[in-house]
């Protein structure tokens, strides 16, 4: 990861989350990433969740991927969800 890189991984599904705490386990430096349990669908929970908090500062320049997300959502939640 570049230095000073921030990265905030999220899913709703707990065993993911484990998963990939798991995997990063043995990555040493973890510095500037989170994995937070919390719904996409609800931006105002997953904006308020400390690890995600911790790594996402809104007061600098960000970029959210939604990748293989937006397939599983109605086009209406897609729009709500990417219309900021």
Same mark, same amino acid.
């Given at each position: 990861?570049? %230095? =000073? !890189?921030?990265?905030?991984? *999220?899913?709703?599904?707990?065993? *993911?989350? /484990? #998963?990939?705490?798991? @995997?990063?386990? =043995?990555?040493?430096? &973890?510095?500037? *990433?989170? $994995? @937070?349990?919390? /719904?996409?669908?609800? %931006?105002? !929970? *997953?904006? +308020? +969740?400390?690890?995600? &908090?911790?790594?996402? &500062?809104? /007061?600098? %320049? !960000?970029? $959210?991927?939604?990748?293989? $997300?937006?397939?599983?959502? +109605?086009?209406? #939640? !897609?729009?709500?969800? +990417?219309?900021?």
């Amino acid at each position: 990861m570049l %230095p =000073g !890189a921030r990265v905030a991984y *999220v899913d709703h599904d707990l065993e *993911v989350i /484990d #998963q990939v705490k798991r @995997a990063l386990d =043995g990555e040493g430096d &973890r510095s500037g *990433v989170s $994995v @937070a349990c919390s /719904d996409i669908r609800d %931006p105002a !929970a *997953v904006l +308020t +969740t400390l690890s995600y &908090r911790e790594a996402v &500062r809104l /007061d600098r %320049p !960000a970029a $959210v991927i939604l990748a293989l $997300v937006l397939k599983f959502m +109605t086009a209406a #939640q !897609a729009e709500d969800l +990417t219309a900021g």
